[in-house]
């Protein structure tokens, strides 16, 4: 009895044994609870990408400890007690939590802030354009960062440029450091005239206009004695009858009917000439024998002498008459203000400068460095004789007339780029702004880029389009040491135009 009590003693405490071996991993110590929880305690934040100016707060997991932060770099990136960050300037920071004995880091990026170029945009059925990050040096590339709401609306690719599919309106959303930015597209019906029929009495003007956009047009007459048109599309009556009016756009004519009428009381028509012009003479009537004597009710503005040769003083109308001592016969005549307008400029002392058809103004007193070749026509001028800040135009006139700009991909035609500047500079250049918009008329390209070199800032602005049977390519540089050359390149850009 005694043996057998001791056996089942011996067993008992050999199961217990065992068990407490078996049980002992999940019962951890209170030494082991230390380890564990230390090991778990971790950093949460939900962006580690910052734009200038923006806040995030910082928070600890695995712990319920008091927890002390700390920052590699306030200049960069601040921290509170609480764990609230703010991006103070562009760089990294190293961001530190002591909780619980450990100290726990995070890296923190801080970028330039950004937005985008446009925050709406009109376009024509079948039309591209484009939108880009402005303040970040290099483009969204990834097809997720660029999105639409409506895809038979508009649609966009990988690179943000937008194809216009059907009227009505849609919203293209690039989304970048956890952030959203949303351009609004509305899309037109295609690229028309709003007045495809005009009538017109003589001296009346009328400026013709594409509907939704602003397009830089090539406008011309097809009878300048009955509807003459400007560079701009200002229509004016010259004489009864009736004349087609041609805008071309990317080289496709839109047309307009216009019917002109006479003033009452003329009884032999109208004709036009230029302002300054003293060599136009006016034809005494068919049949009718002198002599003659002439007259205008309007002397200031136009004057005629007695062999009926006009002298156009400045724009407007005047009725000329011719009489025999008989019968009296009017004419109507318009004088024309054909000078460039944009010479009349007060930013600038502006002289016209005319390739071929195209016209532009640029400075007066800016010097000349011709380099055209190859037939291209390519001039700079330059700010002052150091040929450090001024504009260069380069222009290819093509054998057909150019098609649209934003479907050619070859009519690209940037001077300089971000990737060029970097194989030839390498890490000394730091590309500091760089944006793409559209310029104010609606076929072109504007890009802007801001480029430091070894602690030199040169700010470029681009621009490329195609009007008419040119190619233009038009860069503008600035070493700082000019005033208003942004204003002034954007002033020669509008200023060109075919006639």
């Not at 778990?40 to 934040?45: E, R, V």
């Not at 990050?133 to 966009?156: E, M, P, Q, R, Y």
């Not at 007045?195 to 013709?208: A, I, M, R, S």
């Not at 009710?297 to 011719?322: E, F, H, P």
Request: hydrophobic share 35%.
């Amino acid at each position: 009895m005694k043996n057998y009590r001791k056996k089942y003693i011996s067993f008992l405490i050999s199961v217990l044994l065992i068990t407490s071996l078996l049980l002992s991993p999940i019962i951890p110590s209170q030494g082991n609870t230390k380890i564990a929880e230390a090991a778990t305690i971790s950093i949460n934040a939900k962006l580690t990408t910052l734009e200038v100016g923006s806040t995030t707060t910082l928070t600890i997991s695995g712990s319920k400890k008091k927890v002390t932060w700390s920052t590699s770099n306030k200049k960069i990136v601040n921290i509170d007690s609480k764990g609230k960050i703010t991006a103070v300037a562009i760089g990294t920071a190293s961001i530190t939590a002591a909780v619980s004995g450990k100290k726990i880091k995070c890296k923190i990026t801080v970028v330039e802030q950004t937005a985008l170029t446009n925050s709406s945009i009109t376009l024509n059925v079948g039309k591209r354009n484009f939108i880009r990050v402005k303040g970040k040096t290099t483009a969204l590339t990834t097809a997720s960062d660029w999105g639409t709401s409506n895809k038979k609306i508009a649609t966009v690719d990988s690179k943000g440029n937008i194809t216009a599919i059907s009227v009505g309106t849609a919203v293209i959303t690039a989304s970048i450091h956890g952030k959203k930015y949303n351009c609004k597209v509305t899309v037109i019906d295609k690229i028309a005239l709003v007045d495809t029929k005009v009538n017109l009495q003589q001296g009346v003007t009328k400026t013709l206009t594409f509907k939704g956009i602003k397009y830089r047009a090539v406008w011309t007459s097809n009878n300048p004695n009955v509807a003459y048109v400007s560079f701009d599309g200002k229509v004016t009556g010259i004489s009864a009858g009736t004349a087609i009016i041609t805008g071309r756009v990317d080289g496709i004519n839109y047309t307009s009917t216009v019917k002109v009428t006479n003033v009452p009381g003329v009884t032999q028509g109208g004709v036009y000439a230029y302002i300054g012009n003293q060599t136009k003479a006016l034809l005494p009537p068919v049949g009718v024998n002198g002599p003659f004597t002439w007259a205008s009710n309007n002397t200031s503005v136009i004057d005629v002498n007695n062999t009926g040769t006009l002298n156009i003083k400045s724009a407007g109308t005047a009725k000329i008459t011719v009489s025999n001592g008989i019968s009296n016969y009017t004419y109507y005549v318009v004088g024309i203000d054909n000078v460039n307008p944009y010479l009349k400029t007060t930013l600038f002392t502006a002289k016209e400068v005319i390739y071929d058809k195209l016209h532009f103004v640029v400075p007066a007193s800016w010097e000349v460095d011709d380099a055209s070749e190859d037939g291209d026509y390519q001039v700079a001028f330059y700010a002052d004789n150091t040929m450090e800040s001024g504009i260069q135009v380069k222009i290819t006139k093509t054998k057909a007339l150019t098609p649209d700009y934003f479907t050619t991909k070859n009519n690209l035609m940037k001077s300089y780029s971000e990737s060029i500047f970097r194989a030839l500079l390498g890490s000394v250049l730091t590309v500091f702004k760089q944006t793409d918009t559209v310029c104010s008329f609606g076929n072109a390209l504007r890009t802007e880029m801001g480029i430091e070199m070894e602690g030199l800032k040169v700010k470029e602005t681009d621009y490329s389009f195609s009007l008419d049977r040119y190619q233009v390519t038009i860069t503008g540089g600035d070493l700082g040491g000019v005033t208003n050359i942004q204003k002034i390149e954007d002033y020669v850009v509008n200023s060109i135009y075919v006639q």
